[in-house]
């Protein structure tokens, strides 16, 4: 290709790995920029320097004519630098916006007044930070509500500059049940001067403004992260509220499944294991599984079935359904359940009441904890994941390259990634089930515990499992293709 053919491309979002990470959000974002940086586009990407970003081998350093620059927003001046570090695993160069004001908080998230100010000053300083390098992308990527305001700031305060003249901007739906939906009244921090009419009119009227709605609606193309999610939400079950606009916009909406990065995750070469193991020689899987018993200190060997969860303790992650259904299903089957999460405290509080109930066969970790959710993948026979919706999900696909069996919800990504064991043909890399209540999740739960009694079946799932492959490869190249098809290179 020559290099002509390479893409400019603007990626800005609230999240990155390993520099700050709530879910999968971060992991994506990475995996995409180290894939286009890697197939030499030049992709620059920016995120808010939060105080927890560990800077010891970014090598960070301040970008010259981006220091102590003013920028008004509402009413306020706000003072920003732009400082450019490069992650030591795989060269990515990363600008960070650097603002106390704004970003010297504990959490990546905050629940304060001022938050939409956090996001529209990342949001116009991805702009600005082009206008100062002289850099015209042919494509802005925005990730979620966070940077959903590019495409409508495009169109308003910077729509005098030529710079942009031939840009596109694509906006990626992570998760359409975080909208960022504040109050009218912030509508000048906006700085529209006249752009108001750009907003949803009928919004404003009930006295709000929806950021990803508004993304939604200006930029030149949606796409989200799994072919299905992309159908599902532009219907009412799972459109939360903005299914008639998607609906409107369905030519320009593509659902891509995200890849994973597997020098991460593939337990060949995963440092952060006990032992490493391929699908030929699976005696490290078995190593990794006592291992991960012995740590949480759950009882039994080789052949009690162990039943993995990692993951944010929120209500999209089906975690309601758990607390109805395994109580019950632990009374009534014999397995136990290695839990890692953290989140909204009654859920908290549920896997805690959980683990007194059946010390020796459920152990809760409320956290956060990378090292744990790498042993979990590898420590377990199954991974359960019964979300209400799930756009893509992520540990469904590492469990699958651990050997891990996947039971999942018939939904989004996770329907997109696992296929339904059929026992006859020994085929097929997990177990779905469709109706998010209890009958769904028990039968799920004990067709997996039937499965693992026939030993040399169980082995061939998992291993069918181990041989997929959804590395970026492929996926990398469908976002380059679309991205040259609406740039016109
Ligand atoms: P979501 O982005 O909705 O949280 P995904 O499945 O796409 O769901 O991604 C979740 C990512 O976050 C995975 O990499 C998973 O391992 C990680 N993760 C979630 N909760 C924890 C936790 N408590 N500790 C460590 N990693 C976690
Ligand atoms: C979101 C979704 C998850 C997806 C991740 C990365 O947080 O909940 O399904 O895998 O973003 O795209």
């Known amino acids: 290709m020559a290099s002509t053919d390479k893409l400019k491309i603007c990626l800005a979002s609230s ?8 879910g999968g959000l971060a992991d994506v974002n990475v995996a995409l920029a180290v894939y286009l940086h890697q197939q030499g586009h030049d992709i620059r990407v920016l995120i808010p320097f939060y105080p927890s970003i560990e800077t010891d081998n970014l090598n960070v350093e301040p970008v010259a004519n981006l220091q102590n620059l003013a920028i008004t927003i509402g009413t306020r001046d706000f003072f920003y630098s732009i400082d450019v570090g490069t992650l030591p695993d795989n060269g990515l160069p990363v600008y960070l916006l650097r603002c106390p004001a704004l970003y010297d908080r504990p959490t990546i998230y905050t629940t304060s007044a001022d938050e939409h100010l956090r996001f529209i000053l990342l949001s116009r300083v991805a702009i600005e930070m082009c206008q100062r390098m002289q850099f015209a992308p042919d494509i802005f990527h925005c990730h979620d509500w ?8 495009l169109r308003t305060i910077y729509f005098w ?13 992570h998760n359409i049940g975080y909208q960022g939906v504040f109050d009218a009244n912030i509508v000048g921090d906006l700085n529209l001067k006249g752009g108001e009419l750009f907003l949803h ?31 599902e939400i532009q219907g009412a079950e799972y459109g939360m509220g903005l299914d008639h606009i998607l609906r409107d916009r369905s030519d320009a909406v593509v659902g891509i499944l995200n890849g ?4 991460e995750w593939n337990p060949k070469t995963d440092p952060l294991i006990p032992q490493n193991y391929t699908s030929r020689n699976l005696k490290g899987k078995a190593f990794c599984k006592q291992a991960l018993m012995n740590e949480l200190g759950l009882a039994g060997g080789s052949e009690q079935p162990v039943i993995g969860i990692v993951t944010r303790l ?21 397995f136990s359940l290695a839990v890692l999460g953290s989140g909204e405290p009654r859920f908290e509080g549920f896997f805690e009441s959980l683990q007194k109930l059946a010390r020796t066969r459920v152990s809760f970790y409320r956290g956060y904890s990378n090292k744990l959710a ?46 339904q064991i059929d026992a006859d043909t020994a085929s097929g890399t997990g177990i779905l089930f469709r109706d998010y209540d209890e009958t769904g999740l028990a039968w799920a739960v004990s067709r997996a515990l039937e499965l693992f009694e026939n030993k040399a079946l169980w082995k061939k799932i998992m291993r069918n499992g181990m041989a997929m492959d959804f590395s970026w490869e492929q996926q990398g190249e469908e976002y380059v293709a679309l991205f040259r098809q609406i740039a016109g290179k």
């Open 314 to 334: 929120v209500e999209q992650k089906g975690i309601d359904l758990m607390e109805r259904a395994l109580p019950a299903l632990l009374t009534r089957q014999n």
């Open 374 to 419: 790498h042993w979990i993948e590898a420590g377990s026979d199954m991974f359960l994941m019964p979300s209400i919706y799930e756009p893509c999900g992520l540990n469904q696909m590492y469990s699958l390259k651990y050997g891990t069996i996947p039971i999942v919800r018939e939904t989004g990504g996770l329907a997109d990634s696992v296929q």
């Open 161 to 173: 500059d030529t710079l942009f003249a031939n840009t596109r901007s694509v906006l990626t739906i």
């Open 201 to 231: 009119q009928d919004d404003l009227h009930l006295g709000q403004i929806n950021f990803l709605k508004t993304g939604l609606l200006f930029a030149d193309l949606l796409t989200t992260v799994s072919p299905t999610y992309a159908s």
């Open 146 to 153: 966070h940077t959903a305001l590019i495409p409508l700031f």
């Open 15 to 22: 999240e990155l790995t390993p520099l700050a990470k709530t």
């Open 260 to 263: 994973v990065d597997y020098v």
